[in-house]
């Protein structure tokens, strides 16, 4: 079969032809369905090196999963041959505390995990930018409700995801009119409104440079934009909540400036949590941050999470935007996304 790869470190993709993989005791093989083309991808290929991973290339890329059981390995139960399922992405150990709750991204032991402490399939172990891949463990597999196409269901095992365990982080603080201010409306940002949306009845305040973007917000259902580049934002925001500030901040950015407009936005005992990976940062202190505010940051989120974010597409209450690409143009998938040519998600269907 033809597969996407990365075959060193500092290195574009490449279309490969590889084995078949077959499922061994404990494992299954999925026919691919859809493999979502992610920014972190680009980062793959570009920022990191040898040494910064006990694992490294060469593997099939593809981080965002979704198809149909093909193979079931000897001992495996719980699956029929050819359900529709989604692939959780990160892959721990499986038995340390993080493991157990499902939240595999932050395992205690990843040395442990298959593949010498690989992160996952197209994270040093074979992804799903070919036409079959092999999972480990079916643990790491979500079944997909009825309802929902299985090719939609691989954005969302992470930029519905990611956003979505952001949400549920401060979901109690979210009362109905609290303010919620949601920092860069992009593929995970537009997702992050529609969950505060669906879940929640805050008053939701969106920001971005972009004009297209702040549209983009308001038909996922903000309740008012701001132009995050403007002189006065702050001012606009805090005037949006009447003075009161928000209660949550959720930040999709990530850079130096999205975070000091996170924190001046933000109010007493407000929570914000930097979502976007773009590696800004805060001087936190007593006179720095409004007292009590929570500070933090989050990476991908639960097993179980996938789940209730499968049920919210198939029933309808939340929708992802993509554009699709055969597994022949998967390097121009690629080209697309590194220069912003794309409409929501490049998925990759084999
Ligand atoms: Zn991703
Ligand atoms: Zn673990």
Known sequence: MRAI????????AVLNDVPVPTAGPGQVVIKIAGAGACHSDLHLMTMLGDGMFPWGPPFTLGHENSGWVHEIGAGVSGFTVGEPVAVQ??????????????????????????GDGAFGGGLGLD???????????????VKIPAGLDPVAAAPLTDAGLTPYHAVKLSLEKMVPGSNVLILGV???????????????????????????????????????????????????IAELTRGRKCDVVLDFVGVDASIALGVASSKVMGDMTIVGA??????????????????????WGSGPELGEVLTLAAKG??????????????????????????????VIVP
């Open 5 to 12: 790869q990365l075959p060193a470190w500092h290195s574009a």
């Open 89 to 114: 992405g990160a892959w721990g150990c499986g038995a340390c505390s993080k493991c157990l709750n499902g939240i595999d991204a932050y395992c205690e032991n990843p040395t442990a995990a298959a």
């Open 127 to 141: 992804g799903g930018m070919a036409e079959f891949m092999l999972i480990h463990d079916p643990r790491h597999l």
């Open 317 to 346: 209450r939340i929708d992802v935007t993509y554009t699709t690409y055969a597994l022949e143009d998967g390097l121009q998938a690629y080209h697309d996304l590194e220069h912003g040519k794309l409409k929501g998600r490049a």
């Open 278 to 299: 773009a590696g800004g940062t805060y001087a936190y202190g007593l006179y720095t941050a409004p007292y009590e505010l929570r500070l933090r940051s989050t990476y």
């Open 186 to 236: 992009g593929g995970l940002g537009h997702m992050g409104v529609q969950f505060v949306k669906t879940l929640t009845g805050a008053n939701i305040i969106a920001a971005d440079t972009r004009q297209e973007a702040l549209d983009l917000a308001t038909r996922c259902g903000a309740d008012f934009t701001v132009q995050s580049d403007a002189e006065d934002a702050a001012a606009q």
